[in-house]
């Protein structure tokens, strides 16, 4: 059993750390495989939490995620400009909790926005992502993927107009 409980009290809120200052929601509910989506909200951030009922086991993602053509896994894509770019980044997961597939979790180091295009097949997941390249202070958008082979999930980004490898 796991206790989520809001902590809004006057001390906890107060103050230059608002860390302990959240309340969790219940956001979304995954019956087939048994998955509690958790929305943590602080005073000017927010984290999202993927349950598995079983056992407990949490672990954390950047947004809601989207299944997989055949609902073997779980993706999380997500940028903001603000409180929350902790939550930059992308999460695939398995779906079932009995899986000993690996998951993929990607947090950019610099500026990079990304964007859930969609699941072209249970190991091929297309992204944009919209940062600067080099030195250039323009943004660019590129498409990317992540690709599932061997058993590990890859992140590739090509320029626009560059064929796929």
């Given amino acids: ?98 899986s000993i597939e690996q998951a993929f979790h990607y947090r950019s180091e610099g500026y990079e926005l990304w964007e859930y295009v969609g699941w072209e097949s249970d190991d091929r997941l297309s992204v944009k992502v919209t940062w600067r390249v080099g030195s250039d202070p323009e943004l660019a958008t590129w498409p990317a993927e992540v690709v599932r082979v061997n058993g590990k999930w890859q992140l590739h980004r090509w320029p626009p107009n560059s064929s796929r490898p």
């Fill in 1 to 98: 059993m796991k206790l989520y409980k809001d902590n809004q009290t006057k001390a906890a809120c107060a103050g230059a750390s608002y860390e302990s200052c959240k309340s969790y929601m219940l956001y979304d509910y995954f019956p087939e495989h048994g998955l509690l989506l958790v929305h943590v909200m602080y005073y000017e951030s927010d984290e999202w939490l993927l349950v598995r009922q079983q056992d407990g086991r949490q672990e954390q993602i950047v947004a809601p995620p989207r299944y997989s053509p055949d609902r073997k896994w779980l993706a999380s894509v997500f940028w903001t400009d603000g409180p929350s770019d902790g939550n930059n980044g992308i999460d695939i997961l398995p779906a079932s909790g009995e």
